[in-house]
């Protein structure tokens, strides 16, 4: 299995710019997760997903985030306008039930200059 | 809300020493988790406990869950260089995913 897989794995992108992070879960899991880590905040649960269904998105910063999960292989999160503070490490992590644990992809390295 | 703390945020020790960091949460969980992080990685699952008492091994990891003190433990044996990392506790509130402690970064010194 090739695990969680994240794309692009570093971004750099302008302000104001429309920026978009990809993740294909492990085939069968039904759960999906977009984390946020910053030095300052650490580990955040954006926004997750049970099958294709999102559940909670209370941690969804601001409404310049949206994501979706138009199928059970694949993830988006988007964030327009993006701005400095935007500038993280995204992960996005999938389960098919607890007892297994969750899977994190490799990451997303996102500079908003 | 649940809050999850970890100690020592920072440990730096000597190669061959045991130590122990602590995660302490606020509400009732039986599944917490543990991670490694190398720099610039991602998130490495360790430890998967599900239940009062629980007790897992691998190496010179121990890992352990009281849930009525709503405690675990993170027991280092005779510590080598190769496990330099972060370490994060994550404990399951109910159906809202991870949430993460601050992370322990720890550095063994030969």
């Known amino acids: 299995d090739a695990g969680v897989i994240q794309s692009p794995r570093h971004e750099v992108t302008e302000m104001g710019q429309e920026v978009t992070l990809r993740c294909k879960p492990i085939?069968?899991?039904?759960?999906l997760f977009w984390y946020r880590q910053t030095m300052m905040r650490g580990l955040e649960l954006l926004i997750y997903?049970?099958?294709?269904?999102?559940?909670?998105d209370s941690g969804m910063p601001e409404d310049r985030f949206s994501a979706k999960m138009p199928n059970a292989s694949f993830s988006t999160l988007k964030i327009q306008p993006s701005e400095p503070r935007d500038s993280a490490v995204y992960f996005c992590?999938?389960?098919?039930?607890?007892?297994?644990?969750?899977?994190f992809g490799s990451g997303t390295r996102l500079t908003v200059v | 809300e649940l809050k999850v703390e970890q100690n020592p945020l920072f440990l730096s020790m000597q190669e061959g020493k045991n130590y122990t960091i602590y995660c302490n949460y606020s509400t009732t969980s039986d599944r917490l988790y543990w991670y490694r992080q190398d720099p610039g990685k991602s998130l490495e699952s360790l430890f998967v406990?599900?239940?009062?008492?629980a007790v897992k091994q691998e190496g010179r990891l121990m890992a352990s869950l009281d849930t009525k003190a709503r405690l675990s433990t993170l027991h280092i044996t005779a510590a080598v260089h190769d496990l330099s990392a972060t370490y994060f506790c994550?404990?399951?509130?109910?159906?809202?995913?991870?949430?993460f402690g601050k992370g322990t970064h720890l550095i063994i010194q030969p």
């Open positions: 085939s069968g899991h039904n759960s």
């Open positions: 994550a404990v399951e509130g109910g159906a809202d995913g991870l949430t």
């Open positions: 992590a999938s389960s098919l039930v607890y007892r297994y644990g969750y899977t």
């Open positions: 997903f049970n099958n294709n269904v999102p559940i909670d």
């Open positions: 406990l599900l239940s009062n008492g």
